[in-house]
């Protein structure tokens, strides 16, 4: 008699009380996850406290002693500013490893999904033979017999559909975590940047405090003498040298404010907040990448440090049209991890540091301004498509500025980075006092 193992049952009934467990990652103890919090919460309250300071310490008269103590309180702010941050990065590497955990399980209860349920259809096909469903029932003796082995279907039958259930509910939720991954892995490249741009701002903070002492001599005289001598801070001003790389010219402080200037006039972008931009950016083109140079290792080619999917075909593009070999053209390289491995993506081109993907959205924009193919590598050309896009930010208004530094930066607001912002309104505030003192 032709009828279906019980062994089939109960193995198929074993399997889907298996998979069908609900799986919790392996997750850090809330302890630890609420010492970082609070942490993070002190360190914050300390960087309102010497903020508060540093705020009544401008308010005082223009000395020598005032002017170390608030470059003082600005390095203490920093130290604070970078352990905030140390402390962020440690919370999104604990969310990194939970959610790899929870895909890596998800991934592995698939496998075994597939795996049985080849093993359970091999099994029904070689008991049943070639012989179809309703010839198994009616070769049956008795109705008895008909029905017990029709019942035995539907339990199989049941069962593969719960499996099929428990299977596609894996997929959904493997995507989910995916999506959730890449996030925090963005947050993590984000707070890398930040990191890179405190210890930046600590390092000039300390240089400019050892300048001033090394001018004076530490005495008050030598200081007023120095901050009275406006002449001399203009022309100091102006002839700031900034060297384009993979460009033979350098240009003056004083020439990235007529060019700043020029775009501002094209879009109504504050000159000072876009030069605050492409300093925080690239140090006004100094900086424009320490990938895809001549000589650099293959791990550092555009190939393995661009976002495949969705720049490596723009970036060929723009080089293609502007004449350039793809293979030694300079990019950003992505954020490094402690362990010096990359995270994110990297390939940000020129002074203003366009990805190619969003660089396609603006290049034709520049182009009609000025009448000629756009450039990235550019500077007049990376300070009118930076200008573009941060006046579609809401930088129309200084009011607005914060907001368009912010979206420049992480395409939102997000609180998290305001350093960022932050950084950039205080480096335009001062740069406008530059500008100003260039035009007395």
């Known amino acids: 008699m032709l009828r279906i193992s019980r062994t089939i049952i109960v193995t198929l009934a074993l399997i889907v009380a298996t998979v069908a467990f609900s799986f919790v990652a392996a997750q850090s103890a809330p302890d630890e996850k609420s010492q970082l919090q ?3 919460l002190e360190i914050e309250r300390q960087i309102a406290e010497q903020q508060q300071q540093l705020k009544q310490i401008q308010g005082e ?70 012989y179809s469903l309703l010839y198994l029932l009616l070769s049956q003796q008795n109705l008895s017999d008909i029905l017990t082995e029709m019942q035995s279907y539907s339990v199989i039958s049941d069962s593969l559909h719960d499996l099929l259930v428990t ?11 995916r999506v959730i991954l890449s996030t925090h892995q963005e947050d993590a490249s984000n707070l890398l940047s930040i990191q890179n741009l405190q210890r930046g701002q600590i390092s000039g903070v300390v240089t400019e405090q050892n300048s001033i002492l090394q001018e004076t001599k530490g005495k008050e005289s030598n200081y007023q003498a120095s901050l009275s001598n ?12 900034y060297q384009l790389l993979g460009v033979s010219t350098q240009i003056s402080f004083g020439q990235a404010v007529e060019i700043a200037t020029w775009a501002s006039g094209q879009t109504g972008v504050r000159a000072s907040f876009l030069l605050a931009i ?24 555009y190939k393995v440090v661009m976002k495949p999917t969705r ?14 070999d793809p293979e030694v053209t300079p990019v950003s390289c992505p954020m490094k991890n402690k362990d010096g491995s990359f995270n994110g993506w990297g390939g940000a081109m020129g002074p203003a540091q366009f990805i190619p993907s969003t660089w396609m959205g603006y290049k034709n924009k520049v182009s009609a301004i000025t009448g000629k193919l756009a450039n990235p590598w550019d500077i007049r050309d990376a300070f009118l498509a930076s200008a573009i896009k941060l006046k ?49």
């Open 38 to 40: 609070q942490q993070l």
């Open 61 to 130: 008269k223009n000395t020598l002693q005032k002017k170390i103590n608030q470059l003082k309180k600005q390095q203490a702010t920093l130290n604070l500013q970078i352990q905030a941050t140390n402390l962020q990065l440690s919370q999104i590497e604990t969310k990194l490893a939970e959610t790899q955990a929870e895909i890596d399980h998800n991934q592995l209860q698939q496998g075994q999904i597939k795996e049985q349920l080849k093993l359970l259809i091999t099994q029904v096909y070689q008991q049943q033979g070639n």
């Open 167 to 177: 299977g596609r509910n894996l997929d959904q939720q493997l995507q989910e975590n």
């Open 230 to 241: 406006t002449q001399k801070r203009a022309n100091e001003i102006r002839s700031r040298l």
């Open 278 to 301: 492409l300093t925080q950016e690239s140090n006004l083109g100094k900086n424009v990448g320490t990938c895809n140079r001549p000589g650099d290792p293959a791990t550092k080619s």
């Open 311 to 324: 720049d490596i075909e723009p970036f060929l593009a723009v080089t293609a049209e502007l004449g350039m």
């Open 392 to 440: 579609a930010g809401g930088a129309g208004t200084v009011a607005g500025e914060w907001a368009a530094a912010m979206r420049y930066f992480s395409g939102g607001t997000n609180t998290k980075y305001r350093f960022y912002g932050d950084n950039v309104v205080a480096m335009a505030n001062q740069y406008q006092a530059d500008i100003d003192n260039l035009n007395q």
